[in-house]
């Protein structure tokens, strides 16, 4: 079936620009990604030594318990050289050792995203570890707040987190991937990236702002050879926070009947970052919707 | 014809909220608009004396030479007392006078909108004076920079002054309009408030993070009676700017054959802001876009 | 302040071709508007005597007794010389009573929309008496179904009225338009028109495909300077049928407190439209939507 | 590393309806995809002995030459019982030959998808032969006629094959897949699916209205835990079609120097589909467009 599976061949070599590494190299790692794979044992073991190295680096910006975590056990899984930043950094601790422990390449930074210098001193240290392959944006800052009652520190605030750090990140990255024409830079969406509501003028003026930036690095970076996405979150994600507020609101018996269908899981969003970085350069997604199949939307 | 002419009075009377003004207020002013215009002169011309004063004042935050002057002319023609403010309060001048020389009822301030003590002092200067009745955010900060090149201060600023002040002045007027459930609040879109672009990064993600504060609001604000919209207009306006970045482009030759369906008048502008305020309670619109008759979109 | 009122004369004349009736004479019919206005008594009362005649005719395709009926009202006292149709011709006959003994121009015909033959001779009619100067589509075809209880001959049907037959009117009006550069095209859209949703698989299938048709031939008729819109009605619209719905599943109790802010008056739709007409062509509007202010979206 | 690789376990065995056959079999099939992958030999190839057989069916309704072709030869390669149905059968041949030479398991079936019977049959005879996992529906039309010069046949043809013949899959397929409550629905999308543009009223009509079949079908059905998507292909495809209409517009020269970030090659369709048919059931994209590097969007 060689055929049915590789008829990409001859196409995909036309693309690359002579003497520099292709962005197309993410497919044509798949020996080395195969081959990793071809050690699973029969319980979908891996031992350590089979954890192929890529010497690449993915940086996370926005690196929480749940999203940020999962997408950095992901890509250390697949062999990533993985930094992750967040302004708590001793926050970080337990997922090091988690990822070290299992023999991934992981290394923390206490991070203010709203700092220039310090996003950038984040990549640039990424970069110089291993060539930046992804930069993920992940900084989250949802609150609820009636138009009148929303205060000038919190509209500000909440702004600076979720979309001014966004704007540094996208560019600071940028700058390391232009002169070699590879790299992902993508950006975490919600529902309010797209639809302004009842309680959300200033968390929606941020993640539109976002969405916005990430749309104008999409046009202006992809003839760059540089894949920008924008994803899209229309749920709740199972977090505890996001429990908590369930609990809150609907008791505890609600929680522990929870509807299946009702929380993204962490792991998938960090599934679906990789499914954005396996994609052939013909054939990039700028925006893309995820919610769980129970959703009313 | 009256049967034609006024078959709403009797639902439009029911939703008037006892012993308030009514938003209808608009379309039951209309006697004194129709006697206005019918001293109309055979040639257009207009006495002062006919000039019917509402005693409602009217808002522009972003009174330039163009849009934002177009509005004030408009709406002081209407017989509303008008308050202009711009960074530059010594800008006003002409127009007051001018304005003024006409029997209109205009006041003009310098105003920085970025300042949350400004624009609270210039909208309760004119609630003071007459009821605030519409207040409309014309401020534009339009740049164009690589992404990469797009400074902090750039993208702060271009934010500060397209997005966050547009905030305040949605708040701040919204505080002055809900005791009285009556007003409208309304904001100058563009292109760049749906699409980011090449170059745009900065512009764009201030024009949607506005365009999400204008939505959430008008959600919130509409069932309280006062009408949010967001004007959204897709096409270069003509102004002296845009004149000269088409006789920098395109030469001297192609200002002078200008194709008259390609700019947008400022007049224009404030006609569809004025379409905007007539409408019934019951058929608002939120968001409008506008473009000449030959726009490529 | 006839300066107020009337600065953009100059620019105006500018765009009229040479040698043809302008768009723009929409605006300059305002004198013999005016002079029509200046006779409303003190009760808002006019008098035939004073209906300017416009020489100018306006079809409505699908003139049911709401929507249809209204713009037909609005139009007909504007002094334009009315053409309905709707398929069961004979429902038309209380409308052009009424508007016929109100000194207004008003033809009915029966029409099946569905028909290309049938379409075309109305339009021709109209054109041969007046020249046509507006064309609006109003057909409806709303029906619930779930998917897999949708028949092909639904599907089918549903999209027969609500897209197929506005691909004709637009496509016979624009052919009567073009040779003249003049006219308007206006379609009626609805929340389905942007949106699915449960149970409206058909309905929103012929509603989507009807907006392209109307985003197709704005942007083709447009430099033609034929002016086509899609107004999206994004609420229910107070009409027997809506409030036989209502009575259904909500109670005899529920029509009796009906909230104000929940339906849309047919007047209101017409209103629209004729902001629409109004509009001078460096503003047009393409898509705009109207909602109730009380509307949750 | 396991533990980064399967973190989701607990979470995911939660969500499975007893007794049912869970759609998280795509992601339990792993060991049996990962079986197969181990047996890559260095060169790629993989032998016919090694493809795991699925005993689920895949239907592409529209297998032309290049996408749908693609869609056959990833899942057949995958171990899914491929039926692939177009107007004239005889086409079929090679395909069917060169995937059934690999060891794939393909049927081809003449098909008419605009006949109600057709449809049905030909998915009937897949569930019969294996449960129909994923139904594809990439019927294309794509014309281009001025709005005047577009005849009702056209009009209506178009719409035919590219709107009333997916909703006519689509509603089939969903009736075979609801009792299991398991399954896939995709329908092919283009640029048109999103904006109408000139000389595109039927096209772009069609293809809105099988959007809003999609998105009707994915909200009345992703609670039946039936994936609905719908894939906007926003750029040309790298057809024989595609590379005629370039070499008459730009000339043969064009045509051997043609960027490589402009055609998308239909293998990334596929690939894209084989994405949206991995994910996770609580991170289910509805819409998701994909464009070359260095299209112009």
Request: hydrophobic share 40%; glycine share 8%.
């Given at each position: ?140 800052a949802n609150v609820n707040f009636s138009l ?150």
């Open positions: 079936m060689s055929a049915l599976r590789r008829p990409q061949a001859a196409w995909r070599s036309r693309s690359r620009p002579a003497g520099l590494p292709s962005r197309q190299h993410k497919r044509e790692g798949q020996p080395c990604y195969t081959h990793e794979r071809a050690t699973f044992s029969a319980s979908g073991q891996l031992t350590r030594s089979t954890l192929e190295i890529r010497n690449l680096s993915v940086a996370v910006i926005g690196a929480g318990d749940y999203i940020g975590a999962a997408i950095a056990r992901k890509f250390a899984g697949e062999g990533f050289t993985v930094f992750v930043g967040r302004r708590n950094g001793d926050k970080l601790a337990p997922l090091i050792s988690e990822i070290q422990n299992l023999g991934g390449r992981i290394f923390g930074r206490a991070l203010d995203a709203r700092k220039e210098d310090d996003i950038s001193a984040f990549l640039q240290e990424a970069e110089h570890r291993d060539p930046l392959e992804v930069c993920i944006f992940n900084v989250g009148t009652e929303t205060t000038e520190r919190v509209f500000r605030k909440v702004w600076e987190m979720a979309c001014y750090s966004g704007f540094l990140a996208g560019r600071e990255a940028a700058r390391l991937m232009l002169p070699r024409r590879r790299g992902c830079i993508f950006f975490t969406g919600a529902t309010a990236s797209l639809r302004g509501a009842v309680g959300y003028a200033a968390f929606a003026s941020a993640k539109f702002g976002l969405r916005a930036v990430a749309q104008s690095a999409a046009k202006e970076l992809g003839p760059e050879n540089i894949h920008v996405a924008h994803l899209v979150i229309d749920a709740g994600v199972d977090t505890a926070w996001v429990r908590d507020r369930i609990r809150e609101r609907e008791g505890e018996a609600a929680l522990k009947n929870l509807d299946p269908g009702r929380l993204m899981h962490p792991v998938s969003v960090a599934e679906t970052y990789w499914q954005l970085y396996q994609q052939p350069r013909d054939a990039w997604t700028f925006e893309q919707e995820i919610r769980p199949f129970g959703e009313k939307w």
